[in-house]
Protein backbone atom coordinates (compact mmCIF):
# COMPACT_ATOMS: atom_id res chain seq x y z
CA UNK A 1 0.00 0.00 0.00
CA UNK A 2 1.37 3.49 -0.94
CA UNK A 3 1.62 6.18 1.72
CA UNK A 4 -0.26 8.21 -0.57
CA UNK A 5 -3.69 5.84 0.23
CA UNK A 6 -2.96 6.03 3.66
CA UNK A 7 -3.07 9.62 4.76
CA UNK A 8 -6.54 10.66 5.46
CA UNK A 9 -8.23 14.08 3.40
CA UNK A 10 -8.84 16.55 5.43
CA UNK A 11 -11.45 17.51 3.41
CA UNK A 12 -13.50 14.22 4.95
CA UNK A 13 -14.16 15.97 8.69
CA UNK A 14 -15.93 18.32 10.05
CA UNK A 15 -14.63 20.51 12.92
CA UNK A 16 -15.66 17.74 15.53
CA UNK A 17 -13.62 15.45 13.16
CA UNK A 18 -10.38 17.33 12.45
CA UNK A 19 -10.05 18.14 16.13
CA UNK A 20 -10.17 14.41 16.85
CA UNK A 21 -7.48 13.78 14.62
CA UNK A 22 -4.94 16.59 15.99
CA UNK A 23 -5.28 15.03 19.50
CA UNK A 24 -5.13 11.81 17.99
CA UNK A 25 -1.50 12.71 16.93
CA UNK A 26 -0.73 14.55 20.13
CA UNK A 27 -1.89 18.39 19.00
CA UNK A 28 -3.83 20.50 20.69
CA UNK A 29 -7.74 20.28 19.51
CA UNK A 30 -7.30 24.49 18.50
CA UNK A 31 -5.37 23.18 15.68
CA UNK A 32 -8.39 22.22 13.94
CA UNK A 33 -9.39 25.98 13.94
CA UNK A 34 -6.35 26.99 12.26
CA UNK A 35 -6.67 24.30 9.99
CA UNK A 36 -10.11 24.80 9.10
CA UNK A 37 -9.24 28.58 8.31
CA UNK A 38 -6.84 27.60 5.69
CA UNK A 39 -8.71 25.30 3.91
CA UNK A 40 -11.94 26.60 3.81
CA UNK A 41 -11.11 30.78 4.08
CA UNK A 42 -8.00 30.67 1.48
CA UNK A 43 -9.35 27.62 -0.41
CA UNK A 44 -5.34 26.14 0.59
CA UNK A 45 -3.77 22.38 0.08
CA UNK A 46 -0.67 22.98 1.00
CA UNK A 47 0.34 22.17 4.19
CA UNK A 48 3.65 24.34 3.92
CA UNK A 49 1.45 27.74 3.03
CA UNK A 50 0.14 27.23 6.67
CA UNK A 51 2.53 29.85 8.01
CA UNK A 52 0.86 30.11 11.13
CA UNK A 53 1.33 26.14 12.39
CA UNK A 54 4.81 25.16 13.34
CA UNK A 55 7.52 23.72 10.68
CA UNK A 56 7.22 20.72 12.77
CA UNK A 57 3.65 20.13 12.15
CA UNK A 58 3.76 21.22 8.61
CA UNK A 59 6.27 18.40 7.76
CA UNK A 60 3.90 15.92 10.24
CA UNK A 61 1.02 16.30 8.28
CA UNK A 62 2.87 16.29 4.97
CA UNK A 63 3.29 12.78 5.82
CA UNK A 64 -0.03 11.82 7.42
CA UNK A 65 -2.59 13.92 5.77
CA UNK A 66 -3.96 15.73 2.42
CA UNK A 67 -6.66 17.92 1.03
CA UNK A 68 -7.65 16.30 -1.92
CA UNK A 69 -10.93 17.65 -3.78
CA UNK A 70 -12.63 15.75 -7.17
CA UNK A 71 -10.24 15.84 -9.91
CA UNK A 72 -11.80 18.59 -12.90
CA UNK A 73 -12.09 16.39 -16.22
CA UNK A 74 -13.88 19.17 -18.62
CA UNK A 75 -15.87 22.48 -18.06
CA UNK A 76 -18.66 23.62 -20.00
CA UNK A 77 -19.82 27.10 -19.75
CA UNK A 78 -23.32 28.37 -21.10
CA UNK A 79 -24.47 31.40 -23.19
CA UNK A 80 -26.03 32.12 -19.60
CA UNK A 81 -23.08 31.80 -17.45
CA UNK A 82 -23.68 28.71 -15.97
CA UNK A 83 -20.14 26.53 -15.68
CA UNK A 84 -20.96 22.69 -15.30
CA UNK A 85 -17.71 20.73 -13.80
CA UNK A 86 -17.30 17.10 -14.81
CA UNK A 87 -15.28 16.02 -11.47
CA UNK A 88 -13.61 12.76 -11.59
CA UNK A 89 -13.58 9.93 -8.82
CA UNK A 90 -11.61 7.29 -7.96
CA UNK A 91 -12.36 3.80 -10.01
CA UNK A 92 -13.56 5.77 -13.53
CA UNK A 93 -17.19 7.65 -12.46
CA UNK A 94 -17.94 10.69 -12.42
CA UNK A 95 -20.50 13.59 -11.27
CA UNK A 96 -21.47 16.70 -12.18
CA UNK A 97 -21.39 20.23 -10.34
CA UNK A 98 -23.10 23.38 -11.60
CA UNK A 99 -22.55 27.18 -10.84
CA UNK A 100 -24.99 29.26 -11.79
CA UNK A 101 -24.54 32.92 -11.32
CA UNK A 102 -27.43 35.86 -10.74
CA UNK A 103 -27.13 39.47 -9.89
CA UNK A 104 -26.11 39.46 -6.08
CA UNK A 105 -25.80 35.83 -5.74
CA UNK A 106 -24.14 32.52 -7.12
CA UNK A 107 -25.48 29.30 -6.77
CA UNK A 108 -23.60 26.28 -6.37
CA UNK A 109 -25.44 22.93 -7.44
CA UNK A 110 -23.48 19.51 -5.50
CA UNK A 111 -23.86 16.30 -6.32
CA UNK A 112 -24.16 13.48 -3.30
CA UNK A 113 -23.77 10.07 -5.05
CA UNK A 114 -22.73 8.65 -8.23
CA UNK A 115 -26.25 8.16 -10.23
CA UNK A 116 -29.22 7.38 -8.29
CA UNK A 117 -31.05 4.63 -7.27
CA UNK A 118 -34.71 6.12 -6.64
CA UNK A 119 -35.72 5.66 -10.52
CA UNK A 120 -37.76 9.01 -10.77
CA UNK A 121 -39.18 8.84 -14.18
CA UNK A 122 -38.52 12.32 -15.82
CA UNK A 123 -34.64 12.67 -14.59
CA UNK A 124 -31.94 12.17 -16.52
CA UNK A 125 -29.58 11.31 -13.53
CA UNK A 126 -32.08 8.35 -12.92
CA UNK A 127 -31.25 6.83 -16.34
CA UNK A 128 -27.51 6.26 -15.53
CA UNK A 129 -27.96 3.51 -12.77
CA UNK A 130 -26.15 4.16 -9.08
CA UNK A 131 -22.55 3.41 -7.93
CA UNK A 132 -22.16 4.60 -4.77
CA UNK A 133 -22.25 7.07 -2.71
CA UNK A 134 -19.77 9.97 -2.69
CA UNK A 135 -17.51 10.79 0.69
CA UNK A 136 -17.63 13.40 2.47
CA UNK A 137 -14.61 14.82 0.74
CA UNK A 138 -15.93 14.60 -2.33
CA UNK A 139 -18.90 16.53 -1.46
CA UNK A 140 -17.42 19.45 0.36
CA UNK A 141 -14.39 19.01 -2.11
CA UNK A 142 -17.21 20.38 -5.22
CA UNK A 143 -17.85 23.32 -2.88
CA UNK A 144 -14.15 23.84 -2.09
CA UNK A 145 -12.76 23.44 -5.69
CA UNK A 146 -15.70 25.49 -7.27
CA UNK A 147 -15.03 28.02 -4.26
CA UNK A 148 -11.01 27.97 -5.37
CA UNK A 149 -11.63 28.28 -8.97
CA UNK A 150 -14.30 31.12 -8.52
CA UNK A 151 -11.91 33.24 -6.32
CA UNK A 152 -14.44 32.89 -3.83
CA UNK A 153 -13.36 35.59 -1.24
CA UNK A 154 -10.76 37.05 -2.81
CA UNK A 155 -10.30 41.28 -2.77
CA UNK A 156 -13.76 40.62 -0.48
CA UNK A 157 -15.89 39.11 -3.17
CA UNK A 158 -18.16 35.92 -1.97
CA UNK A 159 -18.34 33.62 -5.16
CA UNK A 160 -20.60 31.42 -3.51
CA UNK A 161 -23.60 32.64 -1.48
CA UNK A 162 -25.95 29.54 -1.51
CA UNK A 163 -25.33 25.93 -2.21
CA UNK A 164 -28.23 23.51 -2.65
CA UNK A 165 -27.92 19.64 -2.54
CA UNK A 166 -29.97 19.38 -5.53
CA UNK A 167 -27.35 17.78 -8.47
CA UNK A 168 -26.90 13.95 -8.86
CA UNK A 169 -28.62 11.63 -6.20
CA UNK A 170 -30.70 11.75 -3.16
CA UNK A 171 -28.62 13.65 -0.32
CA UNK A 172 -30.98 12.10 2.60
CA UNK A 173 -29.54 8.25 1.20
CA UNK A 174 -25.91 9.46 2.30
CA UNK A 175 -27.21 10.61 5.77
CA UNK A 176 -23.56 9.56 6.99
CA UNK A 177 -21.51 11.64 4.21
CA UNK A 178 -24.12 14.84 3.86
CA UNK A 179 -24.01 15.44 7.62
CA UNK A 180 -20.79 16.72 7.83
CA UNK A 181 -20.40 18.30 4.56
CA UNK A 182 -23.62 20.32 5.51
CA UNK A 183 -22.17 21.66 8.85
CA UNK A 184 -18.86 23.02 6.69
CA UNK A 185 -20.75 24.91 4.67
CA UNK A 186 -22.41 26.13 7.72
CA UNK A 187 -19.71 26.92 10.07
CA UNK A 188 -18.25 30.02 10.65
CA UNK A 189 -15.02 28.18 10.24
CA UNK A 190 -15.91 26.41 7.00
CA UNK A 191 -17.79 28.08 3.89
CA UNK A 192 -19.69 30.48 6.75
CA UNK A 193 -23.11 30.33 4.69
CA UNK A 194 -26.54 31.25 6.52
CA UNK A 195 -29.15 28.56 7.22
CA UNK A 196 -31.55 29.81 4.63
CA UNK A 197 -28.31 29.78 1.59
CA UNK A 198 -27.69 26.04 2.19
CA UNK A 199 -30.69 23.97 0.86
CA UNK A 200 -31.20 19.81 0.60
CA UNK A 201 -33.44 18.86 -1.78
CA UNK A 202 -35.12 15.63 -1.10
CA UNK A 203 -37.42 12.72 -3.10
CA UNK A 204 -39.23 11.98 0.24
CA UNK A 205 -37.06 10.39 2.27
CA UNK A 206 -38.95 11.09 5.44
CA UNK A 207 -36.48 9.20 7.76
CA UNK A 208 -34.11 11.43 6.37
CA UNK A 209 -36.14 14.85 6.88
CA UNK A 210 -36.73 13.81 10.61
CA UNK A 211 -33.36 13.25 11.72
CA UNK A 212 -31.97 16.81 9.36
CA UNK A 213 -34.22 18.25 11.67
CA UNK A 214 -32.56 17.70 14.73
CA UNK A 215 -28.81 17.15 13.55
CA UNK A 216 -28.48 20.67 11.61
CA UNK A 217 -30.01 24.32 10.62
CA UNK A 218 -30.65 24.46 6.45
CA UNK A 219 -33.15 24.98 4.63
CA UNK A 220 -35.37 21.83 3.48
CA UNK A 221 -36.91 21.13 -0.48
CA UNK A 222 -38.98 18.27 -1.20
CA UNK A 223 -39.80 16.92 -4.92
CA UNK A 224 -43.52 16.72 -4.84
CA UNK A 225 -44.21 16.86 -8.30
CA UNK A 226 -47.75 15.65 -8.07
CA UNK A 227 -50.63 16.07 -5.51
CA UNK A 228 -51.86 13.02 -5.40
CA UNK A 229 -50.38 9.53 -4.78
CA UNK A 230 -51.19 7.77 -7.83
CA UNK A 231 -49.64 9.92 -9.72
CA UNK A 232 -46.62 10.76 -7.77
CA UNK A 233 -45.78 6.94 -7.51
CA UNK A 234 -45.52 7.01 -10.86
CA UNK A 235 -43.74 9.56 -10.97
CA UNK A 236 -41.66 8.86 -8.02
CA UNK A 237 -41.82 5.23 -6.99
CA UNK A 238 -40.44 6.52 -3.35
CA UNK A 239 -43.90 7.44 -2.57
CA UNK A 240 -44.87 3.77 -2.51
CA UNK A 241 -42.77 3.97 0.90
CA UNK A 242 -43.50 7.05 1.94
CA UNK A 243 -47.01 8.45 0.41
CA UNK A 244 -48.06 11.81 0.31
CA UNK A 245 -49.74 12.21 4.02
CA UNK A 246 -47.00 10.93 5.28
CA UNK A 247 -44.45 13.01 4.01
CA UNK A 248 -46.63 16.07 4.24
CA UNK A 249 -46.67 15.23 8.51
CA UNK A 250 -42.74 15.22 8.49
CA UNK A 251 -42.75 18.22 6.54
CA UNK A 252 -44.91 19.77 9.30
CA UNK A 253 -43.16 18.42 11.63
CA UNK A 254 -39.89 20.37 9.87
CA UNK A 255 -40.77 23.49 10.35
CA UNK A 256 -42.16 23.13 13.88
CA UNK A 257 -38.45 24.19 14.62
CA UNK A 258 -39.02 28.26 14.96
CA UNK A 259 -35.70 28.34 12.70
CA UNK A 260 -36.86 26.25 9.30
CA UNK A 261 -39.77 28.98 8.48
CA UNK A 262 -40.59 26.70 5.52
CA UNK A 263 -40.20 24.17 3.16
CA UNK A 264 -39.99 24.64 -0.57
CA UNK A 265 -42.29 22.46 -2.47
CA UNK A 266 -40.38 21.76 -6.15
CA UNK A 267 -43.11 20.81 -8.95
CA UNK A 268 -41.76 19.78 -12.17
CA UNK A 269 -44.45 20.61 -15.10
CA UNK A 270 -44.91 18.12 -17.67
CA UNK A 271 -47.07 18.18 -20.45
CA UNK A 272 -50.66 16.88 -20.37
CA UNK A 273 -48.87 14.57 -17.34
CA UNK A 274 -49.01 16.75 -14.07
CA UNK A 275 -50.32 20.30 -15.41
CA UNK A 276 -54.05 20.07 -15.50
CA UNK A 277 -56.13 22.72 -13.38
CA UNK A 278 -57.46 20.25 -11.61
CA UNK A 279 -53.73 19.12 -10.60
CA UNK A 280 -53.32 22.99 -9.62
CA UNK A 281 -56.07 23.04 -6.75
CA UNK A 282 -55.28 19.41 -5.54
CA UNK A 283 -52.01 21.33 -5.23
CA UNK A 284 -53.12 24.45 -3.70
CA UNK A 285 -55.32 22.79 -1.11
CA UNK A 286 -52.52 19.92 -0.09
CA UNK A 287 -49.59 22.84 0.77
CA UNK A 288 -51.98 24.94 2.38
CA UNK A 289 -51.21 22.61 5.31
CA UNK A 290 -47.73 23.57 5.40
CA UNK A 291 -46.20 26.66 5.96
CA UNK A 292 -44.37 26.26 1.99
CA UNK A 293 -42.96 28.00 -0.91
CA UNK A 294 -43.77 26.65 -4.65
CA UNK A 295 -41.12 26.11 -7.09
CA UNK A 296 -42.28 25.42 -10.29
CA UNK A 297 -39.81 23.89 -12.94
CA UNK A 298 -40.36 23.65 -16.52
CA UNK A 299 -39.25 19.70 -17.84
CA UNK A 300 -36.14 19.75 -19.15
CA UNK A 301 -35.92 17.56 -22.33
CA UNK A 302 -33.13 14.75 -22.17
CA UNK A 303 -32.30 12.14 -25.18
CA UNK A 304 -35.08 9.34 -24.51
CA UNK A 305 -37.77 10.57 -22.48
CA UNK A 306 -40.98 10.20 -23.11
CA UNK A 307 -42.20 14.02 -21.55
CA UNK A 308 -42.30 17.21 -22.83
CA UNK A 309 -42.33 20.25 -21.48
CA UNK A 310 -45.85 21.90 -20.73
CA UNK A 311 -46.36 25.20 -22.97
CA UNK A 312 -45.75 28.62 -21.15
CA UNK A 313 -49.10 29.59 -21.20
CA UNK A 314 -50.04 26.40 -19.56
CA UNK A 315 -47.31 26.80 -17.18
CA UNK A 316 -48.59 30.52 -16.09
CA UNK A 317 -52.19 29.58 -15.88
CA UNK A 318 -51.59 26.86 -13.13
CA UNK A 319 -49.20 28.78 -11.45
CA UNK A 320 -52.07 31.45 -11.19
CA UNK A 321 -54.43 28.51 -9.90
CA UNK A 322 -51.87 27.82 -7.13
CA UNK A 323 -51.27 31.49 -6.40
CA UNK A 324 -55.21 32.36 -6.40
CA UNK A 325 -55.23 29.23 -3.51
CA UNK A 326 -52.85 31.37 -1.41
CA UNK A 327 -49.54 30.21 -2.30
CA UNK A 328 -46.68 31.89 -3.09
CA UNK A 329 -45.41 30.48 -6.40
CA UNK A 330 -42.79 31.07 -8.71
CA UNK A 331 -41.08 29.85 -11.85
CA UNK A 332 -37.58 28.87 -12.26
CA UNK A 333 -35.53 30.21 -14.80
CA UNK A 334 -34.60 27.46 -16.97
CA UNK A 335 -30.48 27.76 -16.84
CA UNK A 336 -27.55 25.94 -18.58
CA UNK A 337 -29.76 24.27 -21.07
CA UNK A 338 -27.47 24.47 -23.89
CA UNK A 339 -24.69 21.84 -21.65
CA UNK A 340 -27.10 20.30 -20.03
CA UNK A 341 -26.73 21.52 -16.85
CA UNK A 342 -30.52 22.74 -15.75
CA UNK A 343 -32.31 20.88 -13.53
CA UNK A 344 -33.50 16.77 -14.07
CA UNK A 345 -29.99 16.82 -16.52
CA UNK A 346 -27.06 16.20 -14.53
CA UNK A 347 -25.50 12.66 -16.06
CA UNK A 348 -22.09 12.32 -14.72
CA UNK A 349 -20.72 9.22 -15.44
CA UNK A 350 -21.65 6.19 -13.76
CA UNK A 351 -19.85 3.13 -13.88
CA UNK A 352 -21.90 0.24 -11.42
CA UNK A 353 -25.67 -0.27 -12.45
CA UNK A 354 -25.78 -3.26 -10.73
CA UNK A 355 -26.53 -2.11 -7.21
CA UNK A 356 -29.75 -0.39 -8.46
CA UNK A 357 -32.09 -3.04 -6.64
CA UNK A 358 -30.45 -2.84 -3.61
CA UNK A 359 -30.49 0.81 -2.76
CA UNK A 360 -33.64 1.05 -3.53
CA UNK A 361 -34.60 -1.53 -1.16
CA UNK A 362 -32.75 -0.05 1.51
CA UNK A 363 -34.48 3.91 0.41
CA UNK A 364 -37.37 1.92 1.46
CA UNK A 365 -36.41 0.56 5.00
CA UNK A 366 -34.66 3.55 6.37
CA UNK A 367 -32.44 6.78 5.73
CA UNK A 368 -28.91 4.76 4.21
CA UNK A 369 -27.98 1.79 3.48
Partial sequence: MSAESTRINLLDLDENGLRAFFVSIGEKPFRAQQVLKWMYHHQLDDF??????????RQRLQ?????????????????????????????????????????????LCVSSQVGCALNC???????QGFSRNLTTAEIIGQVWLAAKML????????????????????????????LPALRLMRDDLGFGLASKRVTVSTA??????????????VALAVSLHAPEDRLRTELVPLNRKYPIDVLMQACREYVSDRRKRSVT??????????DHPEHARMLAKLLRTVPSKL????????????????????????????????????VRK??????????????GRVQDRTRRSARLKAAMTGVSE
Avoid at 78 to 103: R, Y
Avoid at 121 to 127: H, K, L, Y
Wanted: proline content about 5%; aromatic content about 6%; hydrophobic content about 40%.
Fill in 204 to 217: GMVPGIRQLREDVD
Fill in 295 to 330: NLIPFNPFPGTGYRCSTSRRIAAFQEIVMSGGLIAT
Fill in 151 to 178: GHERNGRRAITNVVMMGMGEPLLNYESV
Fill in 265 to 274: FEYTLMQGVN
Fill in 63 to 107: LLAEVRAPEVLREQKSQDGTIKWLLGLPGGNAVETVFIPEPGRGT
Fill in 121 to 127: RFCSTAT
Fill in 334 to 347: TRGEDIDAACGQLV
Fill in 48 to 57: QAMTDLSLDL
